[in-house]
């Protein structure tokens, strides 16, 4: 299966658990991370989602109350992660992160920050602040000329005004209030490729920056690789780099990322209730099996356990995780 699957993409790569040597086996799990749908006020570059204002894709109300039965009933997950779109605008929303709240779990909201200022949303930053939520932004560099040209002309400004509201509630400061920054590193437009510079480097000179511009604190950095699926797969095919950045990613393999890869030990479940390894298999439609079949939310009820995937699924893309220091959406992996 591994095999067809990067031939599929038309590569010559190495298969990636051929490069890895052993199989991918999942741990338990404790993260879960739900995708609640495609909708977003941005549509970025980069986005592997390819996401935006025009995507209807949503949660319903019947999944909904299945992954907040999920969240109640297994005391294992210790955090749920919520992404999209811009999740704060999606169906569920509210309902899962008090739902899992109230059963002390650790909520992360992956935001664009920029969704603070739509009309219907002005009250997010306090209701983030109330629940004790985790805030995960993007800002894929500390330079306004680079951020505007992959997400949108005036996101820079919008996003340092809504991190200049976060720190006065207190995100930044509070040690209960985690304000979090995304870094990836530019597209290419040539044969020039990169990985994500050393994080913690990194994050001492946008600390160094932010404070001195703005005056903007945050917590930690988290530097992620662009892996080659969705916008960055057509950005990279149109200019004829596809082929040449899976190369150079399987180049940069470093076999210490794959102990602590993210898929191992999450859930990404999509917004009709299909489960996967990790957001990336989710874009690219590559399903958690187990023995039993195509794992679902209703299985993982109907089960009583969501220990059911033997292995992790993986695809030719997967050599973007564990390039370098390795990627995740927690950051670098070493
Ligand atoms: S990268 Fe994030 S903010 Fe940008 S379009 Fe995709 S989901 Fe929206
Ligand atoms: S893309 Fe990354 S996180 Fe997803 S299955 Fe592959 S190695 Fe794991």
New binding site residues.
Partial sequence: MQLKADREEGVQLTP?LEKVGFP?TKKPIEVLQINLGKRCNLACTHCHVEAGPQRTEELSAELCDQLIEIIRRFEQIQTVDLTGGAPEMLYGFKPLVEAARGEGKEVIVRSNLTIYFEPGYEDIPEYCRDQGVRIVASLPCYLEDNVDKMRGHGVYDASIRALQRLNALGYGSNPDLILDLVYNPQLPSGEKFSLPPAQAKLEKDYREFFVGHFGIKFNHLLTITN?PIGRTKLHLQRRHLYESYLHFLEANYNGDTVEP????SQLSIDYLGNVY?????QMEG?RSRSPRGMVTVEMLLTKGSLDVIEE????A??Y???AGCG??CGGALV
């Fill in positions: 990636f991918l892996l890869l993210m898929c191992r390894d990790c957001d990336f298999n590559l992790v699924r993986t695809a893309y997967c973007g995780c564990t990627s995740s």
